[in-house]
């Protein structure tokens, strides 16, 4: 699946009331996508099955712009990587450790031909630099995770 076939939108960084989300809309045949987002039992993934990733890249332009990143915790395979400037995925991360309610994490969407895939809570967004160390201060790490 090419990376240009996906749209990541952040929503709800407005508000700590709510849970911010990243909406990822995919464009592409949707087969390959969707073999990836089920199970070997055939449901689909849930939270607890994918690891949430941003590593920064480094752009000729000097951006800061990296690649998103959804795994499949369980076997190891991507699910989905994109590419995506940074500013409102470092927003999201610092939203969602600021929840007005006591909840911690962010909700992950991801749609393909007009349909609802999946739709995850997670409460775990780990950011890397470009290489490879993890940025704790803009990671969503929950307490009693060691890393």
Do not use: C, K
Not at 15 to 25: D, K, L, N, Q, S
Not at 124 to 136: A, H, I, K, Q, S
Request: proline share 3%.
């Amino acid at each position: 699946m090419r990376r240009d076939y996906f749209t990541l939108r952040v929503e709800g960084t407005d508000t700590v009331a709510e849970p911010p989300t990243v909406r990822i809309a995919y464009e592409g045949p949707t087969d390959e996508l969707r073999r990836r987002l089920r199970t070997d039992d055939g449901g689909w993934v849930d939270a607890s099955e994918i690891d949430v990733t941003y590593r920064f890249r480094e752009t000729l332009d000097g951006d800061d712009e990296g690649v998103f990143a959804i795994t499949n915790r369980i076997t190891g395979e991507y699910i989905l990587e994109l590419n995506s400037p940074s500013d409102r995925l470092l927003e999201l991360a610092a939203v969602a450790n600021e929840r007005e309610d006591g909840e911690f994490g962010f909700r992950i969407e991801i749609d393909a031909d007009d349909e609802r895939l999946v739709a995850f809570e997670t409460s775990t967004f780990l950011v890397y630099d470009t290489d490879g160390e993890l940025l704790r201060q803009h990671s969503l790490i929950p307490s009693g995770v060691e890393l």
